[in-house]
Structure formats: C-alpha cells, structure tokens
C-alpha cells in the first residue's frame, strides 16, 4: 500500500504545484521551459523563474533534511553518463518543447496532442534504453 | 514581488511532492522503465505518480484555464499544435538521457539540494544542452 500511496500523493502535490503556477502566473509550470526562460536577461518575465527554480533547490534542501528517507539511494552513474544524459535531456526537451512536467504533469490534462505524442514517445525511448542497458 | 514570493513556494512545494512520489530517486525511476523486468522485478509504482498528477490537473486545469490569474493578466497556453519530426526527435532524446540517468530535469534541480558532484554535472550538462539547442535551432527550422 506504502509502495503506491507515497507516488499518489507526491503525484497529487506535484499537480497541486503546476495548478498554482497555472491559477497563479498563468504559466505552464514546464521544468525545462522554466529553466530556458531563466537562461535569458533578467526582466519582468524572468523573476518568477528564478524564484521558482530557487524554490525547487530550497524545497530540495528541506526534504533532503527533514525527510531523508526519501533520499536513499545512490547516484551511481560515471560522470561520462552524466554528462552525455544531460545534454541529451536539455537539448532533446527544448526540440521536444517538454519534459515530464510541462508535457506529462500539465499537457495530458489538457488532452494536448503534442503531449500526449511527446510523452509516449519519452517514456518509450526511456523504456527501450533500461532495456538495452539490461541486455548489453 | 508578492507574485514572486508565490512563484518561490510553488517551486518548494513541487520540489516536496517529487521528493514525496520517488521521482528524485534514479532507483525508481530505472526500476519503473524497465517495464520487461531485466535489471530486476518491473516496480510500477511511479505510474501513479504521473495518474495522480494527471486527475488532479484534469479537474484543477479546466477550472483554472478559464478564470484571470492572481498575478497576471491571462492565462497563456502553448499554441502550437502540430506533431512534428522536432517534437518526436527531441522527446526521443530525451528519453534515452532519462533512461542513461534516471533523472528528468525537476528531479535534478532538487537533487542539487544533496551536493552530489553527478547531479550538478547532469544539471550543468543540462544547461549546456538547453543552450546548444538555442544556438542550433535555426538548423532545425531549415530541415
């Protein structure tokens, strides 16, 4: 029961989150989307992304400290991985317009076509790739 | 300001509920993506993440949509609504990075929060990825 109820609820706050940005800025609360608008100069449409992403890092530093539970698990990958699997997930979501949040969390709701392709077709590759990692 | 006070502890509270779901954990992550069981048994569990996420917005979105922000003047939607070569190519990319990694972009900004040295490359790799992309999209628009 544990196994599922932890997921929906952070599921359901997640949501909760992206129903703020949306009723709130009247911003799709798009992760990479975010983080793109904030790689411009500051302006009056950069702030609120700064202090979103401040918050992440800040709600981040919360939980690592007062809920570590959540946080045991090692990071194994080599820094080669880690490198290639970033640039591959910022350039790729940037072609792709979206990542989980903006496409999965905010586009399906929305019975968005482009979401829904888009998340089909990441959660796919994501699949195919564990996949080739356990045969290779 | 007040509007950016909002935006902040919308980010914290998004950050809780990734922390919350596992989403910030590469061990569910790759556990949920090997849907043919062959690192271990198939863990479904973050399906319900991405359900939970998705009644909930369902319901939320389609009040919200229609009404004035708080701080803003309206509501602004993605327009495009054209499935093309750059939305599959891009999010087949990004696949194959979560899949290497584990990690999609809010789970590596939070995992920022731990100080560990593969999470700010991944984030740094990131930003760089976000910038060639900007630097290369005009190749994309000629094809």
Known sequence: ?136 | MISNLFSLFAGIVFAVGLSVSGMVNPDKVIGFLDIFGKLGKWDYALAFVMGGAVIFNFFSFRYLIKKKPLFDTCVSLPTNKIVDYKLVIGSAMFGIGWGLMGICPGPGIVNLATLNPMAILFVASLVVGVLLYRWTSKFWFKL
Request: net charge positive; glycine share 16%.
């Open chain 1, 1 to 136: 029961m544990e196994q599922i109820l932890y997921p929906l609820i952070g599921g359901i706050i997640i949501a909760i989150s992206s129903s703020m940005v949306l009723g709130g800025l009247g911003k799709i609360a798009g992760i990479t989307g975010i983080v793109e608008g904030a790689l411009h100069r500051p302006g009056k449409n950069v702030t609120w992304r700064y202090a979103f992403i401040l918050g992440l890092i800040a709600g981040g530093f919360i939980m690592y400290n007062a809920a570590p539970q959540f946080f045991q698990y090692e990071l194994k990958a080599s820094p080669l991985t880690a490198i290639v699997a970033g640039l591959l997930v910022g350039y790729g979501t940037r072609l792709g317009s979206g990542c989980t949040s903006g496409h999965g969390v905010c586009g399906l709701p929305r019975f968005a076509k482009r979401s829904f392709v888009a998340t089909m077709t990441f959660m796919g590759f994501g699949m195919l790739t564990v996949f080739l990692r356990g045969v290779l």
